[in-house]
């Protein structure tokens, strides 16, 4: 079957550095995205690995590893509107996403 | 980048009435919309994946006599819950997805649907 695996929440100070893992297994792959999701309102695109390594953008950088079925999302210098929820989704063969259940961030001062 | 509208963006409507919800690709065509329901504090969860000009396909649990898709044009696609209940009440996603190399999927903004 096809399954994301991510933490349910997560919490971190302001300024500081974040890692939130995904582990996946896909019918095929055709890439993994990362989402942003604020309270009350609609996933926003933030990060598309479909070859293994490291995407910087910005304070934020995802990471892909195929063989080992995993990804993560990395936050740098947090700040307080970073508090949301952060979707992994795998794209299967039939180019479908499959999401994961989303981790909560919760930034603290 | 890409932008997606849904309307309306809220809507309360009584038990039994039909809502209808329209999502809009306004700078590119999208050869696939999806529709997505979400409860409070849960994940997404994909109701249907339609293809334009073809029927679309619903996933298991999803009444597709219930929630009416249709997706006439490369820029629109409806979903229409017909006979409301309270338990429809939820927030309804779609995305988009065109021809772009990552194939990625472009939201709307949401429309929440609250049945009384």
């Known amino acids: 079957g096809q399954n994301i695996d991510q933490p349910t929440e997560m919490t971190a100070t302001e300024g500081a550095i974040v890692q939130i893992n995904c582990t996946y297994q896909?019918?095929?792959?055709?890439?993994l995205f990362w989402y942003q999701q604020h309270a009350g309102e609609a996933p926003t695109f933030l990060s598309y690995?479909?070859l293994d390594g490291l995407e910087e953008k910005g304070r934020f950088s995802s990471f892909l590893s195929r063989s080992k079925g995993y990804s993560y999302l990395l936050l740098k210098e947090l700040q307080m509107k970073d508090s949301a929820s952060y979707l992994c989704?795998?794209?299967?063969?039939?180019?479908?996403?499959?999401w994961g259940a989303g981790t909560k961030l919760i930034i603290k001062p | 980048g890409a932008v997606v509208s849904q309307h309306p963006s809220w809507v309360i409507c009584k038990s039994g009435t039909s809502v209808k919800i329209e999502c809009r690709s306004l700078?590119?065509?999208?050869?696939?919309m999806f529709w997505y329901r979400q409860f409070p504090k849960q994940s997404l969860m994909l109701m249907a994946t339609s293809n334009e000009g073809s029927k679309a396909t619903y996933e298991q649990g999803v009444e597709k006599d219930k929630f009416l898709i249709n997706h006439a044009s490369l820029t629109l696609s409806t979903l229409t819950v017909t006979s409301a209940h309270p338990e429809d009440s939820s927030f309804y996603i779609c995305?988009?997805?065109?021809?772009?190399?990552?194939?990625?999927?472009?939201f709307g903004p949401g429309t929440r649907l609250t049945v009384t």
């Open positions: 989704a795998g794209m299967d063969s039939n180019y479908q996403l499959i």
């Open positions: 995305s988009a997805r065109g021809t772009s190399e990552t194939n990625e999927q472009y």
């Open positions: 700078d590119f065509q999208a050869t696939t």
């Open positions: 690995n479909v």
């Open positions: 896909t019918s095929g792959f055709n890439g």
